[in-house]
């Protein structure tokens, strides 16, 4: 059997590890107890969140046991960032998104059977501690010019860093050695922008506790030009279906580019690493197929949503560019499809056409040119040639009573909702 460095390693998941050799021998000896964190500063995780979970339940699924830990404290203030100080959420909005993120990390771990996951909250034990315990008991382990000597810390200070701010990696050295003391925890994992403070937890529980634990850090996952990854143009990919749907979550997976297709296969999927090689090499040589995104697409979107969302948003994906039936579409779907091709609405009232169409969704600049489109035969309203440029969008050409989805040529796609 892989060990399970092994198959980190193998898909690239291994930034930064504190004792490797170290950290294997206490794998392979038998199970240990490992936590990875999530503060609660939007009422949804992301993409980048989903990899620290996917990686957690690697380690479960070979045996180890998580404890997944979200940030009722932490979450409070906020780890800070270069770009500025953080607007502070009031208590009774991250009480509310702390229960919305518990409830979704519970869907990417296993809660029970021998590994079973505990969801943890750092506010059980924060929220009892006085200012006086806290300055002696763990402000006292960290020398302020480490503390200055941090990335982040250093480029803020300049333009000033809160104190609020400044004392995060206090706190969250404290779950470390908290969770240490209370369930025997002996791995911390995260990000890889997260390394000054996972190691400032495991010198904390050397200093504290006076034992020796591990941390490990996944790298920064980024696109071809080194931006990161987890943007599109609408805004954040988040796991939450009513802030970023299934099909818009589909999209901006099928969308990977050519040379990252692979390293995201590895890193976000439980496909075997073999089976991977076998699909850069496929899209190698057919790269227009685009089985390796078509596959990428489906493995994460079930992960994430479910087998029956994966397959409604691969069942769009198609159907908007005509290889598909739109009448196999349920609304819901076919609407959040629209949405993200940018629709727009119409007023039955205006008895629009399809040139009116073209014009409002900004498939054509003019009337003049949507004409033009429909007389070289390279305007579709639900991916039926249009001759009639003045056919009027109601009745019959709409779907589910309400939708139209519009094409210029091959792959300029909108819609239209008519009410």
């Known amino acids: 059997m892989t060990h399970v460095l092994d ?60 404890l997944i830990l979200v940030g009722g404290s932490t979450g409070l203030i906020g780890d800070p960032k270069e770009a500025g100080e953080r607007v502070m959420n009031t208590k009774e909005t991250t009480a509310e998104w702390v ?29 009892g501690l ?47 050695l908290e969770l240490h003391r209370r369930h025997g925890c002996v791995l911390q994992t995260g990000g890889s922008d997260q390394w000054g403070n996972i190691t400032a937890g495991v010198e904390l529980v050397r200093r504290a506790a006076g034992a020796k634990v591990h941390a490990l850090a996944t790298p920064l996952i980024t696109k071809a030009d080194g931006t990161k990854f987890g943007k599109t143009e609408s805004g954040t990919v988040w ?5 970023t749907s299934p099909y818009a979550f589909y999209q901006s997976w099928i969308q990977a580019e050519d040379s990252k297709v692979g390293e995201y296969l590895r ?13 850069e090499t496929e899209h190698a040589e057919k790269p227009g197929l685009r089985a390796a995104q078509r596959r990428l697409a489906a493995e994460v979107t079930t992960i994430v949503h479910g087998a029956d969302e994966a397959a409604a948003a691969e069942l769009a ?45 900004g498939l054509a600049e003019s009337k003049s040119a949507a004409r033009r489109a429909v007389a070289e035969g390279g305007a579709y309203v639900n991916n039926e040639r249009v001759t009639d440029p003045d056919l009027v969008l109601s009745g019959d050409q709409l779907l589910h009573g309400k939708w139209a989805v519009l094409r210029k040529g091959k792959r300029a796609i909108s819609g239209v909702s008519v009410s």
């Open 7 to 66: 198959d980190l390693e193998a898909r690239g998941l291994i930034a930064h590890s504190t004792d490797p050799d170290a950290l294997r021998a206490d794998l392979t000896t038998g199970p240990i107890t490992f936590y990875v964190g999530f503060d609660p500063t939007a009422p949804s995780l992301h993409i980048g969140n989903l990899l620290q979970l996917l990686t957690a339940r690697r380690l479960q699924d070979a045996g180890h046991k998580p």
């Open 99 to 127: 229960e919305r993120i518990r409830t979704q990390v519970s869907h990417f771990v296993k809660l029970d059977g021998d590994a079973a996951a505990t969801l943890v909250n750092n506010l059980d034990w924060t929220e």
């Open 130 to 176: 006085s200012t006086i315990d806290f300055l002696r008991d763990i402000g006292k382990h960290f020398p302020v010019n480490r503390m200055l000597a941090r990335e982040v810390v250093s480029a803020r200070l300049e333009a000033g860093i809160s104190y609020t701010e400044f004392s995060y990696v206090l706190l969250q050295s404290l779950d470390y």
């Open 239 to 243: 796991l939450d279906a009513e802030l």
């Open 267 to 279: 890193q976000f999927t439980f496909v075997p690493v073999d089976e991977i090689a076998a699909l």
């Open 317 to 361: 994906s198609g159907a908007l560019f005509g290889r598909a039936e739109l009448t196999d579409l349920p609304e819901t779907t076919l609407g959040a499809a629209l949405r993200e091709a940018g629709a727009v609405e119409l007023k039955a009232t205006d008895s629009p056409t399809v040139v009116d169409a073209f014009v409002a969704t």
